[in-house]
């Protein structure tokens, strides 16, 4: 992936200033109230879609996989069955563990659309990431598109907003690439902080305070964006930031990267800042050996999370589409490591109170052997800029996606979502 040093000077610095004395009076752009957000949360390491959403009567899949690879369609840890009149006869089902998601399904916000993908053939997970994240398929395209899809959606969209997009993670999302505005907040538990607190940030702000070339603009909006952040945090009588109180009766997962991840999304859109974009990274999905219990454990922290940010932000849900991708599937077969290894079609999640959920869509390519991508793997049948290209026209108010997705030809929507 290539990183700009205008983006690893905005992942630096937004990650580290905190609340600082004197960064408070700032004046700040209007919030861009209203527009919608989107939250791309990116499933690192290539999830097994198979082993999250199956046909799981399906002959060739309970021949290719032990039944702790597989989605149950019996048993203690039988999976949820889905209505859907996908394939008449198939029994589409989603992971035992996944019961959360199994609810938003059946409340109609959620929508799985299945065979999902790159229309290339690469199995790397760094290649398949960054094409996906600039929103293109051609690898020899790469040096050309140096931005990211959710950055070009933002300068297309004009967001005026004081924070318009950010990174949920250590590092500027591949997806924000190019957008000057975009931060990286991994975790506002604490505050955002500068390591040397109140003489680093003025140092930086002496450093970036006058030059006009591309580093010195992009450190001064990054020091802007992260006071206003600073002024919006609630704080106590003491001074400090205060633990964050989800709405509605959410329940987080109690841990981890994903759910701190989440909870300072939904701190920011609360914020009322303008934001537009968040990118969210929920990682280790690489599962070549080992994956029953990992992969078990894996899925519920990510439907728990996910269903407890969708609770949380209940009053935002008609202005937010959360779409879940990954950058590949893993293949149909199971190795004698009691993993799987790189594959190719996956399945994509939209989530959303304007979502058509409750159903599948998209073409099931099967899972025998003559149906199967090189007879291993899952068929593409579906381009994931489809998805996105509907998101972008239907909801976003975009009215042409060639910048956004350039070489796509967006093809009869699905009605993901209701106009």
């Known amino acids: 992936m290539r990183v700009s040093r ?30 919608d957000l989107v939250v791309v949360i990116f499933l690192r390491g290539g999830c097994d879609a198979l082993n999250m959403m199956a046909p799981a009567n399906d002959r060739s899949y309970i021949d290719a996989r032990p039944p702790e690879l597989r989605v149950l369609d019996a048993g203690d840890r039988q999976g949820h069955r889905l209505d859907s009149n996908l394939v008449p006869g198939l029994d589409f089902r989603l992971h035992s563990e996944a019961a959360p998601l199994y609810e938003l399904y059946r409340a109609g916000h959620l929508a799985i659309v299945v065979a999902t993908g790159l229309s290339n053939a690469t199995r790397s997970h760094f290649v398949a990431q960054d094409l996906i994240e600039r929103g293109i398929v051609d690898e020899q395209k790469r040096p050309e598109r140096d931005t990211g899809w959710l950055a070009r959606y933002l300068a297309e969209a004009k967001a005026p907003a004081s924070v318009p997009a950010v990174s949920a993670n250590p590092g500027v999302s591949a997806g924000l690439l190019g957008d000057a505005a975009a931060l990286a907040v991994p975790d506002m538990q604490g505050g955002l902080g500068i390591p040397g607190g109140e003489p680093v940030r003025q140092a930086l702000a002496r450093l970036y305070g006058s030059g006009e070339d591309v580093v010195a603009r992009a450190g001064r909006q990054a020091l802007q964006n992260i006071a206003a ?9 003491d001074g400090k930031v205060a633990a964050y109180q989800p709405d509605n009766g959410a329940a987080y997962d109690g841990g981890g990267e994903f759910m701190r991840s989440l909870q300072s999304v939904a701190r920011l859109a609360k914020a009322e800042l303008g ?11 690489d599962h070549h050996e080992g994956e029953p219990g990992r992969f078990n454990n894996l899925a519920g922290v990510f439907a728990r999370n996910l269903a407890a940010f969708y609770n949380d932000m209940a009053k935002r849900n008609e202005r937010m ?10 293949r149909l077969r199971a190795n004698r490591s009691q993993g799987t290894d790189h594959g190719h079609g996956g399945h994509m999640l939209v989530l959303g109170g304007h979502v058509m959920g409750g159903r599948l869509y998209g073409t099931w ?21 489809a998805v996105l290209a509907e998101l ?9 996606t060639a910048t956004i997705l350039p070489g796509f030809t967006p093809l009869a929507p699905f009605g993901l979502f209701r106009t």
């Open 6 to 35: 205008r983006h690893l000077l905005q992942s630096a610095v937004a990650g580290a200033v905190g609340a600082l004395p004197g960064v408070r009076n700032l004046a700040f752009a209007e919030t861009g109230q209203g527009r």
């Open 229 to 237: 952040v600073d002024v919006a945090l609630p704080r106590g009588p």
């Open 275 to 285: 934001l537009a974009v968040a990118a969210v990274d929920c990682n280790g999905w």
């Open 321 to 330: 589409t959360i779409v879940v991708m990954s950058e590949f599937g893993r």
């Open 365 to 385: 390519p099967g899972l025998s052997t003559p149906e199967l991508d090189r007879g291993v793997d899952l068929a593409v049948t579906t381009d994931y800029r």
């Open 392 to 400: 972008v026209l239907r909801r976003l108010g975009v009215k042409d």
